[in-house]
């Protein structure tokens, strides 16, 4: 397993090399690790993953373009999530930034009660698809608090944030769930959302910048809509 690991790392390191000294454009990719467990782990594990990462990666705490999915898996009750074959560690990061992060390969992390066992990467180019979707946007909104957050006032939060970034002045926005996460002794609030009616572009750009904060801790990361399994 060491040996098929230092060999996939090598095989990597040496083509993102190769692309860079080339001159090609910088550009986000999906980072992705197969994990491996027998426990289940937090379904909330959002802070817990990014605590166990940016330990063997100090740079995840500096504002650095990376985001973490959240893993998928098979939500089994009590709040636990079950791994299966396609879990993963995801992170989205400009492939400039790809080298460091390769050292998680072969580690344990922890979360919380439970370990799991980091494989070897694999790249992933972003796809456009003009209908993406987060599982849960996080966004401050001044002098409105987590109870006090409406549907509403979070669709206007999104809109102002897309319009900032020059995004989708056509684009549906279609708020879900009101979904939460513990950062530890607060609650943090949100809502999934779907944005459609995107351009290749646009559906790219929003990809790579995302919306709201904790990207870190897997709030605000889009996938193409329906490619989530939890």
């Known amino acids: 397993m060491a040996l098929l690991v230092h060999l996939c790392l090598a095989r990597l390191a040496e083509a993102i090399g190769t692309s860079l000294t080339m001159g090609e454009s910088r550009m986000h990719v999906d980072l992705t690790f197969r994990l491996q467990g027998t426990e289940p782990i937090p379904a909330d594990h959002g802070y817990a993953l990014y605590a166990a990462v940016s330990h063997l990666i ?88 987590a109870e006090d957050l409406t549907a509403a006032t979070f669709t206007v939060a999104a809109r102002r944030q897309m319009d900032e970034l020059r995004l989708g002045a056509e684009a549906i926005l279609t708020v879900g769930k009101r979904r939460s996460f513990r950062l530890k002794q607060r609650e943090i609030v949100g809502y999934e959302l779907r944005v459609s009616g995107l351009t290749t572009t646009e559906s790219l750009v929003l990809q790579e910048t995302g919306l709201g904060g904790k990207r870190h801790m897997g709030c605000g990361v889009f996938v193409a809509a329906g490619e989530e399994r939890t």
């Open 58 to 145: 100090p740079e995840l705490h500096r504002e650095n373009g990376v985001a973490i999915h959240p893993i998928r898996g098979r939500q089994i009750g009590d709040r636990k999530l079950m791994l299966m074959p396609w879990s993963a560690l995801a992170m989205r990061v400009p492939d400039n930034q790809i080298a460091p992060l390769l050292k998680l390969a072969g580690k344990s992390l922890r979360l919380d009660y439970a370990t799991v066992r980091v494989g070897v990467p694999e790249v992933r180019a972003l796809v456009p698809s003009t209908a993406i979707q987060s599982r849960l946007v996080v966004i401050k909104v001044a002098h409105v608090g």
